[in-house]
């Protein structure tokens, strides 16, 4: 096999046995630093797949991810509880997990292959267009922005509507001002 | 002040800030030209104020920027980048890249592309820091004093 495509496999193999750890350890802090490893790896893959850009926000945005999450997990004990497992429930799952494999390996067999885009054929897709005119239409030297910020700016403003929205989500949970309280009756709020 | 981290934090986080700072500003200007862009260089941004954050203490880190002026950054980043797609909208369509491209491997080329870069950066940056503060200050079980 291609030494390429055996360095993405042992990265990818890196990466599932980080998130196996991280799913089933029980320190929250192991399993917070283990998805930062996860991260590290898919940083790696994306720039050994020739997008410098995908690299650079998925490495800033593991790093920010990590430092909140160990911010939220440093003061808290793990509070689930092992719960008693069923043979039926267990036994379903796996019957279940069998049958998505199966379909999956199947379903596998009908796509490209890996490293060959759909859009990139032989006939002149739509990606061709943007690497041919991207640079007269735009003046961008960097084509992701190129799309991003001009063929597809309206995705990119869903986008940044998602990340308001959730921002205002976290302000709205964290906030002590105006949250009812139902333990004093008679204090006022300030 | 006692607050914070030790005085070998301190004085790294001191020297480096500036440059992590500087280097968040270069990726959101320079994305039209080189790998980056406004998210990337937000969340770098963000990431030097978080450091700020975690060797010097709340208190100190307040007095240069406080929540409020966090929110009021988040929400002009997304209005003005809303502003690009509405200004575009006048000039023919929505998002249309209504200025000149210019001459390609410019800072000042590629049209509305800076603009909604700034707009996205200061958008990520503020909000992302934002929420870092935010579980930083806002603790339960506990009224908030300072704002």
Known sequence: MDPFMLLLLALLAFMIIGSLIAAETEDLLSSVVCVGAIGAGLAIIDLFLGAPDLAITQVVVEILCVAILIRVVLNRKDETHRTHKDTFAVGSVLLFLGVLLVLGGWAMTTLHPFGEPLLAGDQPGVAQQYLTNGLQDTGAANYVMAVLLDYRAYDTLGEATVIFVSIIGAYVILRQRGKLRHDTGNESDS | ?147
């Open chain 2, 1 to 147: 002040m006692t607050q914070g981290m030790s005085l070998i934090v301190k004085t790294i986080t001191r020297l480096v800030t500036s440059f992590i700072t500087l280097f968040g500003i270069y990726i959101v200007l320079y994305g039209h030209v080189s790998p980056g862009g406004g998210f990337a260089g937000g969340v770098i941004l963000s990431a030097g104020m978080i450091l700020l954050l975690l060797a010097f203490g709340r208190e100190q880190t307040m007095k240069i920027i406080s929540h409020s002026a966090l929110v009021i950054w988040d929400s002009a980043g997304a209005l003005a980048f809303l502003t690009v797609a509405v200004v575009g909208y006048l000039a023919g369509d929505f998002f249309i890249n209504f200025l000149s491209t210019g001459e390609p491997y410019r800072l000042a080329s590629a049209g509305t592309i800076p603009l909604s870069n700034m707009a996205i950066g200061a958008k990520v940056g503020a909000g992302l820091f934002g929420v870092f503060l935010a579980l930083a200050i806002f603790r339960p079980g506990r009224h908030q004093e300072e704002e």
